[in-house]
Nanobody, 119 residues
């Protein structure tokens, strides 16, 4: 069983910054994949940024150069530093982690944290 606790969301003015954190707890030694997604009402959840266990990162084009994903493997925590925020970044942000047990893949989602960027 893996539990994810997200924090760091809130209200910020355009051009401001926020840092999201997602701490994973449970019996998993290492998560192969950790990432952030976001969703606005009426739209599909979309990828924001991901990071693998070896540190390889991937970003949505809309956030490249503004957001940075990082992870602390010792703490099983993934971070999302969001700079130069825009009103269109407003969404509920969800943490996602994935891991392997033998040849089976598993995943878990956080409860979501609201990010609101005012113009």
């Amino acid at each position: 069983q893996v539990q994810l606790v997200e924090s760091g969301g809130g209200l910020v003015q355009a051009g401001g910054s926020l840092r999201l954190s997602c701490a994973a707890s449970g019996s998993i030694f290492r998560f192969n994949f950790m990432g952030w997604y976001r969703q606005v009402p009426g739209k599909q959840r979309e990828l924001v940024a991901t990071i693998t266990s070896d540190g390889s990162t991937n970003y949505a084009d809309s956030v490249k150069g503004r957001f940075t994903i990082s992870r602390d493997n010792a703490k099983n925590t993934v971070y999302l530093q969001m700079n130069s925020l825009k009103p269109e970044d407003t969404a509920v942000y969800y943490c996602n982690v994935r891991w392997m047990v033998a040849v089976s893949a598993f995943g878990s989602w956080g409860q979501g944290t609201q990010v609101t960027v005012s113009s």
